[in-house]
């Protein structure tokens, strides 16, 4: 009986062999952070700016069911410039951004507060250099030393940070066969408290040789869309005006907001406060 079975001996101990051959090529297919990220960057590295024309659409705060449309045009340029100006019924309102400083223009005055957290999407598409993506991945806090494989929008997606299941951990995602930015998910703080947002890259379409940008840009915090932009024009790599960026020319076109109203002083209740109210006042 044993003579006949060594041939089944010998063609389990291959099929071992070829398994555990086949795990260990599987798991060095996973390309390290570094590697990755550097092909990450010679794709956004052929946009360096670009312009679109969107649908933006949030939440109604009264009706959190219900979405809010308005159109926008967002203008972006490296290094960290980003332009975005939503024209409604009440006007229009113009945003300027930079990694230190944030311009907005509401009813024809100016407001400056600090960059806020989401404003970083733009950086994502047109990052020139791996050291450009490393220092913004970075800064979201996301895990540069490990990567796995997961699953995003029908793509099979290479994820810089983890651990791998966990939604909540800061991590990049890219597409494993063209590179492009699928997600990030960031921490950092704003206003003194941590802020986790989720940056969503959807539908790409091909634009140009090799150039490929997303046609649907999703902003989530706490699991809950905040921001949607659907991309229905689309401009890259254009020439745009140095104006279009120019803070202090911009901070000087507009007045700041006028001094909140000083409340009305309280008439006193009856003449003994009465006195004691005008004697004080004029004294």
Not at 54 to 83: G, H, K, N, Q
Not at 100 to 108: E, H, M, P
Not at 231 to 247: C, I
């Amino acid at each position: 009986m044993l003579p006949n079975r060594w041939p089944v001996i010998m063609f389990l101990g291959v099929l071992l062999s070829i398994s555990v051959s086949g795990n260990k090529a599987a798991q060095a297919y996973i390309l390290p952070p570094e590697q990755i990220i550097e092909y990450v960057s010679k794709q956004t590295a052929r946009i360096y700016n670009f312009h679109f024309v969107v649908s933006a659409e949030s939440p109604d705060p009264e009706l959190p069911e219900t979405m809010m449309r308005r159109e926008m045009v967002i203008y972006a340029a490296r290094p960290d410039f980003l332009r975005q100006e939503m024209v409604g019924e009440a006007g229009s309102d113009i945003t300027l951004v930079s990694s230190s400083r944030r311009l907005s223009v509401t009813a024809g005055h100016l407001l400056a507060e600090p960059p806020r957290h989401e404003d970083i999407f733009a950086i994502l598409l047109h990052a020139n250099s791996p050291q450009t993506l490393e220092t913004l991945l970075a800064s979201e806090q996301v895990d540069l030393s490990q990567a796995h494989l997961s699953r995003f929008d029908k793509r099979i997606a290479y994820v810089i940070g983890g651990p791998p299941g966990e939604a909540k951990s800061p991590q990049f995602w890219c597409d494993k066969d063209k590179f492009l930015p699928l997600r990030l998910i960031g921490r950092r703080l704003y206003h003194n408290v941590a802020d986790l947002v989720d940056i969503r890259f959807l539908s790409y379409q091909k634009v140009g040789e090799s150039i490929w940008l997303p046609w649907v840009i999703e902003f989530y915090r706490q699991d809950k869309l905040f921001l949607r932009l659907t991309v229905q024009k689309a401009y890259y790599n254009e020439r745009l005006p140095d104006s279009l960026f120019d803070f202090e020319a911009f901070a000087a076109k507009y007045p700041p907001p006028p001094p909140p109203m000083e409340p009305a002083e309280k008439p006193p209740e009856d003449l003994e406060q009465m006195r004691r109210y005008l004697e004080k006042k004029y004294e």
